[in-house]
């Protein structure tokens, strides 16, 4: 059984700085692409950033130099780091990978709070 586990959201001031964990347990043979999504309430879940196998990344606009986006492979771990927190980057985090083990599925964490004051 495959797990993403998130940790390290909170509350923080507008401007500070945040780093998210996600780590992957389970009957894992590789992990290919990875990403961090957001959900705000009323609104739509929306890609914040992606790191590939080979390490390639893609982050949205909003958020391109101020958040990255680093995986230590040898960990089964990617992170979020953010900084320079905006009020409209509160939202619910999700991380999503895609995992081979038997045959390859995409799997989702539990999600893990992310608030910024003003």
């Known amino acids: 059984q495959v797990q993403l586990v998130e940790s390290g959201g909170g509350l923080v001031e507008a401007g500070g700085s945040l780093t998210l964990s996600c780590a992957a347990s389970g009957r894992i043979f590789t992990i290919n692409g990875m990403g961090w999504y957001r959900q705000a309430p009323g609104k739509e879940r929306e890609l914040v950033a992606q790191i590939t196998g080979v390490s390639s990344t893609y982050y949205a606009g909003s958020v391109k130099g101020r958040f990255t986006i680093p995986r230590d492979n040898a960990k089964n771990t990617m992170y979020l780091q953010m900084n320079s927190l905006k009020p409209e980057d509160t939202a619910m985090y999700y991380c999503?990978?895609?995992?081979?083990?038997?045959?390859?599925?995409?799997?989702w964490g539990q999600g893990t709070q992310v608030t910024v004051s003003s």
């Open positions: 999503a990978a895609g995992i081979i083990t038997t045959a390859t599925a995409h799997y």
